[in-house]
């Protein structure tokens, strides 16, 4: 079978198979080709790329990520869904698919030698940030992770510096990638509907453009800031560091030239970097 294009074809699937749908797992199964192959072509996928896919589930962007890719490698936890997902990839020689759990997952080996690793992926929403962050801090080798993730989250990724929705992800994100998000799906093209909308983000994997002497450090004060993201920032950072004074933490803010009073959630990445390098 090429490929799967209907909600029909998937319920007749699962219960040839005796296959139910794990809430627990995220298994929501996009079934709509026109967003299919909007997310295999947000990925920029080529006959250079290896690709891995994190929770193939029926194989239903597998077949087109194998279209483009050099070779796809298929990341599935649930073990009822692998026996059928290798017979509905049977047709593509590129695709190998690994039974496991992506977060015990030893992504150095999977990679190897492989020259152009991409992530394509359609992921558990339990589960989103985990496996992204996972894939981000490992510094692999990856030139780019596209996925699906719940619209609210993909927000976050893109925020600005005094809204909402910026906070300690939105740093984590832009400092190892450019996000960009490309398209937004709704519960309809999933069987069963998730419960919310979602959307299609690529994160361009890059060099860091700021310098930061102790990324642990830095990374630290972020989240101490966003913590307590009321409070002002000398505030919220003498309480998350609370070995050194309030006066001691006042003089490194206002010594960079920022007013005394100002929040975390108003500052940029190249704010937190030069706060991080002097604290
Ligand atoms: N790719 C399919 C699609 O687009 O319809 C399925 C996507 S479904 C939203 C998420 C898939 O991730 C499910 O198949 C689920 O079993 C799998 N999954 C959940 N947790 C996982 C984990 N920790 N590691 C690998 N796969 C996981």
């Known amino acids: 079978m090429p490929h799967i294009t209907s909600p029909a074809q998937i319920k007749e699937i699962m219960k040839e198979n005796d296959l139910i749908f794990h809430k627990g797992l995220g298994q929501n199964f996009l079934f709509d080709a026109n967003y299919l192959e909007a997310i295999a072509d947000s990925g920029e996928v080529t006959k250079e790329d290896t690709v891995i896919e994190v929770g193939p589930g029926l194989g239903v962007l597998t077949t087109r990520l194998a279209e483009r890719a050099k070779k796809v490698i298929a990341v599935e936890i649930d073990q009822n869904l692998v026996p059928v997902l ?5 047709d593509f020689e590129n695709v190998e ?6 977060m015990k997952t030893d992504i150095d080996a999977l990679i190897k030698e492989e020259k152009s690793v991409k992530v394509v992926a359609n992921l558990p929403y339990y589960i989103t940030t985990p496996i992204i962050m996972k ?6 080798n990856i030139k780019s992770i596209t996925v699906m993730i719940q619209k609210e989250v993909a927000e976050r990724f893109v925020a600005k510096p005094g809204t909402k929705d910026y906070g300690a992800i939105t740093l984590s994100i ?9 398209l937004t799906v709704p519960p309809s093209a999933f069987i069963p509907p998730p419960k919310v909308h979602s959307s299609v983000i690529t994160l361009k994997c890059k060099e860091p453009e700021v310098e930061v002497n102790d990324e642990e450090k830095m990374f630290k004060i972020i989240k101490a800031a966003f913590n307590q993201r009321r409070k002002t920032l000398v505030n919220a950072l003498s309480s998350g560091f609370s070995h050194i004074s309030k006066d001691e933490i006042k003089n490194i803010i ?17 704010d937190f970097a030069k706060i991080s390098n002097i604290f």
């Open 86 to 90: 290798k017979k509905l990839t049977a």
């Open 97 to 102: 698919i690994i039974n496991e759990d992506i």
């Open 135 to 140: 894939l981000l801090e490992g510094k692999y």
């Open 174 to 182: 832009n400092y190892y990638t450019n996000p960009k998000i490309t």
């Open 254 to 270: 206002t010594s960079l030239g920022y007013n005394e009073n100002v929040r975390g959630e108003t500052l940029a990445l190249e």
